[in-house]
């Protein structure tokens, strides 16, 4: 019966470690929502934490992974005075659409949206890039807060923006 027990516990271990996963996952796509509806606002940081029922450390760590993979961009405030730069909140923006230029001039384009069900017409800058440069277009990807894969149209696809740390 103990054996029954130990493979029973081994065999959830597995789907454990799974869910701890998928909820890290939603904690995130949570927190990245918070900051792109207060995108280029001067919302408290932990206003925007408290949003997405992450504690403070949690919320510097997304912060730090947001920034890193460019997605997100804090500015400093901006005053004449040095004091009230000091005591003034900065403002956090959401970069929404990059463009990657392969060897050979190939283009991958990046759309970012704070949507967990984006549509076609959520892709229109894509769209706008394969239409004007259609011989160097490779594809286009729009990250969105969702867990599903999505097509949108002819090489361009809605991708889970978790998808990039799973």
Known sequence: MSGSTATSNNSSHGTGTSRIADREQY?????FEAVAVNSA?????KTIHDAAAVDRRT????????????????????TS????????MPKRYVVDTFVIELPGGK???????????PRPSDAKHLVWLQA???????????LHTG????????????LPISSFWA
Not at 59 to 78: C, M, N, S, V
Request: no cysteine; hydrophobic share 45%.
């Open 59 to 78: 919320a510097d760590t997304y912060d730090g992974l947001l920034e890193r993979l460019f997605i997100t961009e804090q500015i400093p405030a901006w």
């Open 147 to 158: 867990p599903d894969i999505i097509e949108l149209g002819n090489r361009i696809h809605a």
């Open 41 to 45: 606002g001067i919302a408290e940081h």
């Open 132 to 142: 004007r440069f259609s011989d160097r277009f490779v594809a286009g990807a729009l």
């Open 27 to 31: 904690k995130l796509a949570r927190y």
């Open 107 to 117: 283009l991958i384009g990046l759309e970012i949206k704070a949507s967990a069900a």
């Open 81 to 88: 005075s040095r004091l009230d730069r000091l005591i003034k």
